[in-house]
């Protein structure tokens, strides 16, 4: 035979013994189930223990509360999600959202109209997006940090040139106010935003082609554009989404407070990675589904909750949540590892 | 010239190309045959990869032309590459590891409605996909230990087959296959052999780069040697001639 057998795809000494090896392949097949069920496990168990401790945290009015200010964040993660999907992260969006809701807000003040102030809004929101999509792609940038840091900064700025005084201004239309701040049933309207936000990206990321792209962009970049993928415009197209995202937050939190402010978003962009990551979505791209922001999101509002009821410290929220990020990260790293085990394992076993 | 490139599936021209002050590809002309395997050969830097990513539309020629059935065309992307009929198995494979193999299948053209809406706005067909793969994958007989799963889970002889049955499938005119067994085991590399035999008998016209003489003296109908960028022989190999390939590679005259 030929001398040229080339290397083997790197085999762990001893681990090629049939009845280990499919043992060993099991554990591993287990530990990545758990890993994929991990977050909503954990969403769970805290819910559950912290439904112990404090009698309150269960009670509808409650739950209900956690869902409102739940709800920004998790409409925004679902924008963040689709950027950290291709690989990327959009940290304008807090700034884009206070900008929005200034802009809203000014709008307002010429014509007392909720479908022109909520135009008004996600049109700002979308512009914010497509510069950062086209400025990335187009500039060549080495990564979308640097110019979502460029527009967090622009927008921020912009949102206090434009604010009337510089700061908050009071006033919403009925509309906006309604569907940010009212209830339906008891169940926040903005939660509704939310169920449809996630509904409308859930049916775009997994049944249509335009989803399958973005998988396919995040999850190997190079091989998208060997296979005839528009990459360009499949990024930009997120950024676009994560802008449009921004935009409908400002909705809701502008409606939730009756107001629009300069000062609103301010490190949402942190919150809504934050929700992404500990949801259980690859900050490595490409792996990663809209429940993992929704779960990630209410794990956060669960966990300020929580220890707003039991009295801790706003401060101690900051530090658990950075805990929190820290696991979910190794959680991410431990899934690539395992996968690479059942790759080796899986040639073991047919060679 | 034209009643030459008339019997020809791919004609590549007078190819140049530079990287800076690199001179990659110096004045290549190849042919290939439909139902044939065309073996390119050369030492590491020839400008094999080089030329091959100019056919497949990753690169532009700087200058000089390829001929689709005698035709000049010019291939200006790696999708342009595909709707012409020219299918590349990369030596990186190019598969998603985070898809299923039905997935990387039809990556970058899904099977997908209603036709009126642009590509990327169309719903996806996935049922119709699986079962096209699943055709396909025992057609060639490639077994997967799951179908579902993504590739990230599979050996490497696995994502290779995966890679090579996918250009079977789409390919019309050309398959190129850029080192389809360099990181393969002995017995996964005859099973990608015998994909590639399958694909000269459905009448494509392969390009085969390989390092391995064994495999193109098995399999290759006909042989071009790069040396540094040029050109610098072309002959049917046998075991007779194994000898002189490697002279003509290596640039030593034998």
Redesign the interface.
């Given at each position: 035979?030929?001398q040229?057998?080339?290397?083997?795809?790197e085999i762990a000494p001893g681990s090629t013994t049939g009845d280990r090896s499919s043992r060993g392949t099991a554990a591993v097949s287990l530990g990545l189930r758990l890993l994929s069920m991990g977050p909503l496990l954990i969403l769970v168990l805290l819910a559950a223990v912290i439904g112990l401790l404090t009698p309150n945290f269960l009670k509808p009015g409650n739950l209900s509360n956690i869902l409102a200010q739940t709800a920004v964040i998790a409409i925004v993660a679902i924008g963040q999600h689709l950027v950290i999907l291709t690989r990327g992260i959009d940290l304008s969006v807090g700034a884009n959202l206070a900008l929005a809701t200034v802009i809203g807000g000014l709008v307002f003040r010429v014509a007392d109209s909720a479908p022109l102030v909520i135009l008004a809004m996600l049109l700002s929101g979308v512009a914010v997006g497509a510069i950062n999509g086209t400025a990335y792609v187009f500039g060549r940038l080495p990564h979308p940090f640097i110019i979502t840091l460029a527009t967090l900064s622009i927008c921020r700025g912009l949102a206090l040139e434009l604010a009337i005084g510089h700061t908050t201004m009071r006033g919403m239309p009925d509309a906006i106010a309604t569907i940010g701040g009212a209830t339906t049933f008891g169940v926040p309207n903005s939660f509704f935003v939310v169920f449809g936000v996630a509904a409308i990206v859930l049916l775009m990321a997994k049944?249509?082609?335009?989803g399958?792209?973005i998988?396919?962009v995040?999850?190997?970049p190079?091989?998208?554009?060997?296979?005839?993928?528009?990459v360009k415009?499949?990024l930009i197209s997120t950024y676009v989404i994560s802008g449009l995202c921004a935009g409908i937050g400002a909705v809701v939190l502008a409606g939730r407070t009756a107001a629009s402010s300069p000062l609103y978003g301010n490190l949402l962009e942190l919150d809504t990675i934050a929700a992404v990551i500990i949801g259980g979505a690859s900050f490595l791209g490409?792996?990663g589904h809209i429940g993992h922001a929704l779960i990630g999101a209410v794990m956060i509002g669960v966990i300020r909750n929580a220890l707003n009821l039991l009295g801790v410290d706003v401060f101690f929220q900051m530090i658990a949540i950075g805990f929190i990020i820290v696991v979910a990260v190794e959680a991410d790293v431990l899934r690539n590892r395992l996968?690479a085990r059942?790759?080796v394992m899986?040639?073991a076993?047919?060679? | 010239m034209s009643a030459s490139a008339a019997t020809s599936v791919l004609a590549v021209r007078h190819a140049q190309k530079r990287f800076g002050a690199v001179h990659a590809l110096k004045d290549v002309s190849l042919e290939a045959y439909s139902g044939e395997v065309l073996a390119l050969l050369g030492d590491n830097g020839a400008g094999k990869s080089t030329l091959v990513k100019c056919i497949?539309g990753?690169h532009a020629l700087d200058d000089g032309e390829v001929l689709l059935d005698g035709e000049i065309v010019s291939i200006r992307?790696?999708?342009?590459a595909?709707r012409a009929g020219i299918e590349?198995v990369?030596q990186?494979?190019?598969?998603?590891?985070?898809?299923t193999p039905a997935?990387n299948f039809y990556?970058?053209?899904?099977l997908?409605f209603p036709a009126w809406l642009p590509?990327?706005?169309?719903?996806?067909k996935s049922a119709a996909m699986d079962r096209e793969t699943a055709a396909v994958l025992d057609r060639l007989k490639v077994k997967l230990?799951k179908f579902d799963a993504p590739v990230?889970?599979?050996?490497?002889?696995?994502r290779q087959a995966i890679a090579v049955a996918r250009a079977t499938v789409f390919a019309r005119k050309v398959v190129i296959l850029d080192e389809p067994?360099?990181?393969?085991?002995?017995?996964?590399?005859r099973k990608v052999l015998d994909l590639i035999a399958q694909l000269r008998a459905e009448g494509n016209a392969v390009i085969l780069i390989t390092?391995?003489?064994?495999?193109v003296v098995e399999l290759a109908d006909r042989a071009v040697v790069l040396r540094q960028g040029r050109k610098v022989g072309e002959l049917k190999p046998t075991r007779a001639s194994q000898q002189e390939l490697v002279s003509l590679i290596v640039g030593a005259e034998a």
């Open positions: 035979m030929a040229v057998v080339g290397e083997q795809p049944a249509m082609v335009w399958r792209w998988y396919a995040g999850g190997e190079e091989a998208a554009v060997q296979m005839g993928i528009p415009g499949v490409g792996r996968e059942a790759r899986q040639a076993r047919t060679s | 497949s990753v992307s790696p999708a342009a595909r590349t990369y990186d494979l190019a598969l998603f590891d985070n898809l997935q990556c970058g053209r899904e997908a590509q990327g706005l169309r719903f996806l230990p990230a889970l599979m050996s490497g002889g696995q067994t360099a990181a393969l085991g002995v017995r996964e590399s390092h391995n003489m064994e495999h």
